[in-house]
């Protein structure tokens, strides 16, 4: 896993594990659950908070959402990304802060220049008011010192939509009509104060029930266990968990290209300006900020998981799909109501290593090798390669694709840049390739590891992968039998 928050991740992990046991054993009740609480936190001497008593209540709900359940019990929000609000109380609540430079100066430059009385003189330095204090930051740009410095929650420096907040109190609050899911946030909270629903329990009790379950593992994820373990190394594993069969979304992928192509070549033809439909954040930022470009802009092609999904269920009646992945995002995906026949589920890697890990089943090298995509399809999941494998649709089509311009972005901050040229006229690209995770999914929040890392270990598997052309890959596969647009309907 990557190490900036190895602490929180390890409960995380901890938890999710012990959790599938009970589960799997068909023992997950409130008198187990507790005993969990205790397991982690046997006390009396508290392990990283300040008394054992703020500790179980945070494995409690975390816990809670290792369930499948909100976090807070009196809340009803339907929210994947939530708010573990025992844990949530040590950040600064005033932006603003007065350090040890303060020299207590005779100018009084900071009082001088505030507008709203916020600025005292204290005992050794000059203070700020936070109820005053209207964060405009005057008074850090007129001391000459520079000992008036800006500090931001970490949650809410990361959002890329501004969805979070904070009460009176100082606890954190997410703004669910503005929350895209992107899962930044809480990756970035020291204190492992932000959380999403997993949903494991249900999966296993589908397994245990003798569903048909299918696992969808994302195109990113190979590299992301080594460059010894690809698709036909998790295909093995997670059958050995209980999964009827595995199936990779770059398939999807394919999917999504050949369908986005066809919309392109229209777009192109009627001076329509595009946007990819593959990253559900993306999409959640057209929806929530721009409602015009979502109706009149967004491609209506679903996205790889979507597409993989509604293969699935027209192929293999009654089974239950899962998508695996790094992205927080596809949780959300999976709950809306937007999507018609989306998959059932969706969890993250480090998910995915609780379930093995509750199955003793480790991920291993295998003989042979599985791919049911193309080398374009697996590629989707990096920045820039869902253009270049709509453009490789196109070419296989016949068509010339020299005169088409792009605009690829990757990051919140990129593709609100792009969003807003398109809305106000002056994006000069004809069409937008959107993902809200710096580099693409292959950087989503729940990466398994660094990018560095992930980036070799990829490198090496995509070169074993063999040269099939997505269109007649696709001629493997009943196109005909399932819809690849959002409403579901067929063309």
Known sequence: MITNDRGIRDLKHDIATEVCKLAWAGRLNDEEREKIVYQISPGPKPEYRCCV??????????????????????????????????????????????????????????????????????????????????????????????????????????????????????????????????????????????????????????????????????????????????????????????????????LGADMTAAYEAREWIEAKKEGRKMTTSCCPAFISLLRHQFPKQYEENKSSTVSPMVAVNRYLKATRPGCVTVFIGPCIAKKGETLNEFIADNADYAITFGEMTSLLESRNIVLEPVQGEYQEASLHGKKFAASGGVAAAVLEVMREMGEDTEDISLFSCAGGAECRKALAMLKAGTLKEDFIEGMMCPGGCVGGPSRHKAELEITRARTELLSKADGRSILDNLKNYPMDSFSMFRDGHRE
């Not at 500790?55 to 290792?66: H, M, N, T, Y």
């Not at 708010?83 to 303060?102: F, G």
């Open 53 to 250: 008593y703020k500790e179980r209540a945070i494995v409690r709900e975390r816990i809670r959402l290792a369930c499948g359940m909100n976090a807070d019990v009196t809340n009803d929000t339907k929210n994947v990304v939530q708010v573990i609000r025992p844990a949530c109380d040590d950040c600064p609540t005033s932006t603003y802060s007065v350090t040890d430079n303060c020299r207590f100066c005779l100018g009084r430059a900071c009082i001088n220049t505030c507008k709203f009385g916020a600025i005292s003189k204290g005992e050794r330095r000059m203070q700020i008011d936070p109820e005053k204090c209207r964060e405009c930051g005057m008074c850090a740009k007129a001391c000459p010192y520079g000992a008036i410095i800006h500090l931001e929650r970490p949650c809410k420096k990361i959002c890329p939509v501004d969805a979070i907040s904070w009460d009176e109190y100082g606890f954190c609050h997410i703004d669910e009509s503005k929350c895209v899911h992107c899962g930044h946030c809480i990756h970035a909270c020291p204190f492992g104060a932000i959380g999403s629903r997993i949903f494991l329990v249900p999966i296993i009790e589908d397994i245990l029930a003798g569903k048909e379950v299918i696992a969808m593992c994302a195109p990113a994820s190979e590299g992301q266990f080594g460059k010894d373990i690809g698709m036909a190394s998790l295909r093995e594993a997670l059958k050995k968990t209980g999964f009827a069969d595995m199936v990779e979304v770059g």
